[in-house]
């Protein structure tokens, strides 16, 4: 079991940065592929970022391409999303979630691999 607890939200005006943590619990998290997803109001969720198991590997969905960048710190079992020229657009609630695929990156653009979520946290840009 994988308890993910996501944090670093909060309020930002458009063209400023956050960067999002997510926490890992248990000993697994360096064989864990990893990934953010957002979910704005009225919205289905999408996907936002994905790193693989190894690090080696790493997508993005195009609105967040050259703005967001994803790594991880197995040390510490934490992934990261830093998020830099945040538009009024980026507003959503952000979830990270763990796989246990071990494929690239590429491959865990899709809610399916993803087997642990956390519950949230808050990101809103004001214009």
């Known amino acids: 079991q994988v308890q993910l607890v996501e944090s670093g939200g909060g309020l930002v005006q458009a063209g400023g940065s956050l960067r999002l943590s997510c926490a890992a619990s248990?000993?697994?998290?360096?064989?864990?592929?990893m990934g953010w997803f957002r979910q704005a109001p009225g919205k289905e969720r999408e996907f936002v970022a994905a790193?693989?198991?190894?690090?080696?590997?790493?997508d993005y969905a195009d609105s967040v391409k050259g703005r967001f960048t994803i790594s991880r710190d197995n040390a510490k079992n934490t992934v990261y999303l830093q998020m830099n020229s945040l538009k009024p657009e980026d507003t959503a609630v952000y979830y990270c979630?763990?796989?246990?695929?071990?494929?690239?990156?590429?491959?865990?653009?899709?809610?399916?691999?993803?087997?642990?979520w956390g519950q949230g946290t808050q990101v809103t840009v004001s214009s």
């Open positions: 248990g000993r697994t998290f360096s064989r864990n592929a």
């Open positions: 790193i693989s198991w190894s690090g080696d590997s790493t």
């Open positions: 979630a763990a796989s246990w695929t071990r494929a690239t990156a590429q491959a865990l653009a899709v809610p399916g691999p993803y087997v642990y």
